[in-house]
């Protein structure tokens, strides 16, 4: 693990050619010091669009009323975890917008997941009460991924209407306590962020030391205030990434559906510069058109087979081997 001065942070970020490359090239060496060749695998299921909030940059904002909103019946939702442990996957995340209504079902599916499979629950809920944490660590939950997306306080509130940057952190932190593998992360390009504060959401994981970290460009969805913002250079996300390897060590950090949105080759080079999973969109294909967060996202006709073929390319051409474990953090 290397430190870096917050200068020579905000340098790095900013760079460009052969200094961009090398620093890409040393995270993808400390990556297979640390983890070899291996590439985990996630596949998530994104069990419902219905969402409370309304934070400025989503397409399954509340106030995008052009949606058809839907949700995946338990049984259904059971279903779907049986079949992707039969294909091998041994990390599932379940993933929705932000409702309380189900939590009660989820306490059921993780006790069945549980119950019946070897694999790793990973739910992606949102912000909850620490009673709620603590009910879904008890049926049998290992991971929580809640990102903070800015670490800049002024530009949270101003994306978040409905959030407090406080509360978002006391959650992380809750999380933590309770013995969850903690995952957060940011968005990289967002209308009014700055190399600085880039540089400032890195220094602030080292202190925190999370588990997992989710690095997504900002991307406009035509149904938000943000539609007519612009994309971020995939380089910077990149340059961001690389640091956040270089800087934390044995963290999970995924190569994610929104960056190949953005390059057509975004998860290869994600991986072959600091990235040591793989999220698969395991949602049934007939609801993925519905949880579009972005515009233009990828994997949304493919059925789950077919997009677990080409993650295996993908995993491939990026000269990585895609393994079914459940991929818990490695202690260094
Ligand atoms: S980012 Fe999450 S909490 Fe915010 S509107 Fe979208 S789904 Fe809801």
């Given at each position: 693990?290397?430190?870096?001065?917050?200068?020579?942070?905000?340098?790095l970020l900013e760079s460009k050619n052969e200094e961009h490359l090398?620093l890409r090239?040393?995270?993808?060496?400390?990556?297979?010091?640390?983890?070899?060749?291996?590439?985990?695998?996630?596949?998530?299921?994104?069990?419902?669009?219905?969402?409370?909030?309304?934070?400025?940059?989503?397409?399954?904002?509340?106030?995008?009323?052009?949606?058809?909103?839907?949700?995946?019946?338990?049984?259904?939702?059971?279903?779907?975890?049986?079949?992707?442990?039969?294909?091998?996957?041994?990390?599932?995340?379940?993933?929705?917008?932000?409702?309380?209504?189900?939590?009660?079902?989820?306490?059921?599916?993780?006790?069945?997941?549980?119950?019946?499979?070897?694999?790793?629950?990973?739910?992606?809920?949102?912000?909850?009460?620490?009673?709620?944490?603590?009910?879904?660590?008890?049926?049998?939950?290992?991971?929580?991924?809640?990102?903070?997306?800015?670490?800049?306080?002024?530009?949270?509130?101003?994306?978040?209407?409905?959030?407090?940057?406080?509360?978002?952190?006391?959650?992380?932190?809750?999380?933590?306590?309770?013995?969850?593998?903690?995952?957060?992360?940011?968005?990289i390009g967002?209308?009014?962020?700055?190399?600085?504060?880039?540089?400032?959401?890195?220094?602030?994981?080292?202190?925190?030391?999370?588990?997992?970290?989710?690095?997504?460009p900002?991307?406009?969805?035509?149904?938000?205030?943000?539609?007519?913002?612009?994309k971020p250079d995939f380089e910077l996300v990149l340059n961001f990434l690389a640091?956040?390897?270089?800087?934390?060590?044995?963290?999970?950090?995924?190569?994610?559906?929104?960056m190949?949105?953005l390059d057509?080759?975004g998860?290869?080079k994600a991986?072959?510069s600091?990235?040591?999973?793989?999220?698969?969109?395991?949602?049934?294909?007939?609801?993925?058109?519905?949880?579009?967060?972005?515009?233009?996202?990828?994997?949304?006709?493919?059925?789950?087979?077919?997009?677990?073929?080409?993650?295996?390319?993908?995993?491939?051409?990026?000269?990585?081997?895609?393994?079914?474990?459940?991929?818990?953090?490695?202690?260094?």
């Amino acid at each position: 693990m290397l430190n870096y001065s917050f200068k020579n942070l905000v340098h790095l970020l900013e760079s460009k050619n052969e200094e961009h490359l090398n620093l890409r090239k040393k995270a993808n060496q400390l990556t297979e010091k640390i983890f070899g060749k291996k590439v985990f695998l996630r596949g998530i299921i994104e069990f419902s669009n219905i969402c409370r909030k309304d934070c400025l940059y989503c397409g399954i904002r509340k106030s995008n009323k052009n949606l058809v909103r839907y949700f995946i019946k338990k049984e259904d939702i059971k279903e779907i975890i049986k079949n992707s442990y039969q294909d091998g996957f041994r990390t599932i995340v379940l993933q929705s917008g932000e409702v309380e209504i189900f939590d009660r079902d989820i306490t059921e599916i993780i006790e069945f997941t549980r119950k019946n499979f070897d694999m790793a629950i990973t739910l992606s809920l949102g912000e909850r009460k620490r009673k709620v944490y603590e009910e879904w660590k008890k049926a049998g939950a290992d991971r929580y991924l809640l990102r903070i997306e800015t670490t800049n306080r002024e530009l949270f509130k101003r994306l978040h209407p409905d959030d407090d940057f406080d509360n978002r952190l006391r959650s992380l932190l809750y999380l933590k306590e309770l013995g969850y593998e903690t995952g957060t992360g940011v968005m990289i390009g967002l209308p009014g962020q700055t190399y600085e504060d880039l540089a400032k959401d890195i220094l602030f994981f080292k202190i925190y030391d999370f588990d997992m970290l989710g690095v997504g460009p900002f991307l406009p969805s035509f149904e938000t205030p943000l539609k007519n913002e612009k994309k971020p250079d995939f380089e910077l996300v990149l340059n961001f990434l690389a640091l956040l390897r270089l800087i934390t060590g044995n963290t999970n950090i995924p190569a994610t559906t929104s960056m190949a949105t953005l390059d057509k080759k975004g998860r290869e080079k994600a991986l072959n510069s600091g990235a040591n999973v793989i999220m698969l969109n395991y949602t049934p294909a007939q609801y993925r058109h519905m949880y579009q967060l972005y515009d233009e996202k990828i994997c949304l006709r493919e059925d789950e087979k077919n997009t677990f073929k080409l993650t295996e390319n993908v995993v491939r051409r990026a000269g990585k081997i895609l393994v079914d474990e459940k991929g818990d953090r490695v202690k260094l």
